[in-house]
């Protein structure tokens, strides 16, 4: 059975994007960035919410060819294109670098991608991640704690309907004051 984890930047008070979707307060330090980088290096597939899909997808496939990219970002962008993933949205779209569209049920086609054999999955995007989260199929949470308060905007966290236990299995604190905290779901 194949892993899923959850890791998103987030808030000291629990967001993952403030009001109106500004992601300013979470500007990675070189070292998370690399973190992020060797993270996306190790994924074998990333599952993403139709949001964040067109916001990564409107940046990284062509991020290496910008004017003054670094070589950190250079290496990102590559290894994003190369990273097999799908994006879930209800509506047909286009979809290209190495991925595929489902338009289906979201919860059956991430149970089916869990029962088969390969490397872990990460999934992105707080509507998607949210309905993993309610059907119980997250494995590992990651969390990036940035040393920001916004009061608001899109949660890391939804709702849930029973309690989920979970087992610290590490922390590291980066530049800057980010916190990475990393919980296996107690099974």
Do not use: C
Not at 125 to 131: C, I, Q, R, V
């Amino acid at each position: 059975m194949r892993k899923l984890t959850f890791g998103m930047n987030v808030s000291l008070d629990g967001y993952i994007a403030a009001p109106g979707g500004d992601l300013g307060w979470s500007v990675p330090s070189d070292e998370l960035f690399q973190w992020w980088s060797d993270r996306v290096g190790a994924t074998g597939l990333a599952l993403y919410g139709r949001k964040l899909w067109e916001e990564m997808s409107a940046h990284w496939p062509t991020a290496d060819q910008r004017p003054g990219a670094t070589p950190a970002h250079i290496e990102y962008a590559r290894r994003w294109r190369d990273m097999p993933k799908v994006v879930f949205s209800s509506t047909p779209r286009p979809v290209d670098w190495n991925t595929r569209l489902v338009t289906g049920d979201a919860v059956t086609e991430i149970t089916r991608l869990k029962a088969g054999d390969g490397s872990p999955m990460d999934i992105g995007g707080a509507t998607l991640a949210a309905a993993a989260m309610r059907a119980g199929l997250i494995d590992e949470y990651v969390l990036l704690t940035a040393p920001a308060l916004v009061g608001g905007g899109t949660p890391f966290f939804t709702a849930l309907d029973s309690w989920v236990n979970l087992n610290l299995v590490e922390t590291r604190t980066f530049s800057g004051g980010v916190v990475l905290t990393r919980y296996e779901t107690k099974r």
